[in-house]
């Protein structure tokens, strides 16, 4: 208690019927003693009522600050009315701490739902800048983010929203961001007004339409190119069933030979069908990089294995250089034994007789290989060699050095566009290396898990 304040309060108090009394001590209206006794009690009964005025007060304001650091309340008795009203105060702190864990709750159950949406989702700052973004933006853009967001379309979409457009006015665009696939997204830019509650100002939701767009191109270019390549195998096969039916009706010997050459075209049609699919497949979900852990170690050993039949015709050994310890890669296990087996068919096919084709696996080192860790994969063989001018083309749809020749040995031209794709889906890259006269490697870098 405090001196100071008390005789204040006191005063304040008694002042009135103090005053009054003095005047009627003046005028005569009552006696001196009796204005001296009248004066004393009023005085003990403004000392007394100030004494607990006080005391309360000071319950009255421990009762909050114990509400404000979430301790128990005094037990201290105090007047009824101040009672009650540190009895309200404390309701209603529950009440304000109730909300505020609800809205704890609603805020984590808010920010859950954000982080587990499929589509990548980004909260921007009044100054464009990111807020935050969920587990689908940081996956598919990481730190190429921000040049997501300055694409020209994408950020002029942002402008709008938050300047140019009415308010509220939800803005979209189509983008196309070419590395490290190509991809296409429908970007939605929705400006938030008031704020978030953690100041984000607008939120960009970029769904990624790769999948419909490739879709569309394989349906158009599977009737491309399949009545494209078919056509001059069916003509043959139609050909000689006419001959069969016709001049070769009575010729045994030359049915023979009509008939193992339509089992031939009708073997490349067959092959030639089987990787049309197979690249549609491919492409369809190139722009999804794949998260499995792969032994590339153990992948190109069982692969080697299975082709040691294949080795005796054209007389050519196989040699295996596969580092010791390699760590596995990210990939997609049954993409790459096609990888390495298509290469590998090139080697032999290609390849010269009797030589040698080389399949190799180390880590990646020097400046040619991009700077995060990765293997490379190589296949080596001692054919003719590919010039130099043709190498560029080499992963195009049935481009070919040697038209005849390759359809001669039954290829259908599709091979390294299918080691193209797949490389890409797996965020490699892909190097041809060739000499004429000495051989050709082929070289494939995989990031490692």
């Known amino acids: 208690m405090r001196p100071g304040g008390t005789l204040t309060t006191v005063l304040a108090i008694a002042g009135t019927p103090v005053a009054v009394l003095i005047v009627l001590l003046a005028t005569g209206e009552v006696s001196a003693r009796g204005a001296v006794i009248a004066i004393g009690l009023t005085l003990l009964v403004a000392l007394g ?26 037990e201290t008795p105090a007047l009824p009315g101040v009672e009650r009203l540190g009895r309200e105060i404390e309701r209603l702190s529950r009440r304000l701490a109730e909300r505020a864990a609800v809205m704890e709750r609603l805020l984590r159950a808010d920010e859950a739902i954000v982080e587990r949406l499929p589509d990548p989702l980004i909260v921007l700052a009044a100054d464009r800048s990111v807020r935050r973004a969920n587990s689908a933006a940081r996956a598919a853009f990481g730190a190429d983010m921000p040049a997501v ?30 590395a490290p696939v190509a991809r296409e997204l429908h970007a939605t830019v929705v400006p938030m007004d008031p704020p978030l509650a953690d100041g984000g100002r ?167 290989w991009p700077a995060r860790p990765g293997i490379v994969m190589t296949v080596t063989d001692q054919g003719h060699g590919i010039p130099r001018e043709h190498l560029p083309r080499l992963t195009e749809r049935f481009y070919r050095v040697d038209t005849g020749r390759s359809r001669a040995v039954g290829g259908t031209g599709l091979g390294l566009a299918i080691v193209k794709h797949v490389v890409n889906r797996h965020r490699g890259q892909l190097v041809i290396d060739s000499e004429v006269g000495v051989g050709t490697t082929v070289s494939v870098w995989l990031p490692t898990a």
């Open 202 to 368: 607008a939120v960009v939701v970029l769904s990624d339409r790769s999948w419909e767009h490739a879709v569309e191109r394989m349906r158009a270019d599977f009737i491309a190119n399949a009545s494209h390549e078919l056509r001059t195998p069916l003509a043959s096969v139609m050909g000689f069933i006419d001959t069969l039916r016709g001049p070769a009706a009575d010729d045994p010997p030359a049915q023979q030979r009509f008939l193992g050459i339509m089992a031939e075209q009708a073997a490349r049609m067959n092959r030639l069908i089987d990787d049309l699919l197979s690249l549609s497949r491919i492409e369809l979900n190139e722009h999804q990089a794949p998260a499995e852990r792969v032994d590339l170690t153990d992948l190109l050993r069982a692969l080697a294995a299975g082709f040691e039949p294949r080795l005796a015709e054209p007389g050519v050994t196989l040699e295996l250089a596969l580092s010791d310890g390699l760590p596995p890669v990210l990939g997609d296990a049954d993409q790459l034994a096609q990888v390495a087996q298509n290469l590998l068919d090139n080697a032999m096919k290609y390849g010269r007789e009797g030589g040698t084709v080389r399949l190799g696996a180390a880590r990646a080192e020097g400046p040619r």
């Open 49 to 74: 009522l100030a004494l607990l005025w006080i005391r309360d007060l000071d319950v009255l304001s421990e009762t909050v600050r114990r509400l404000g650091e979430l301790q128990p309340i005094s």
């Open 149 to 178: 967001l300055r694409h020209p379309l994408l950020r002029a979409a942002i402008d709008r929203a938050f300047e140019g457009a009415p308010e509220g006015a939800v803005q979209t665009a189509e983008i196309g961001l070419p």
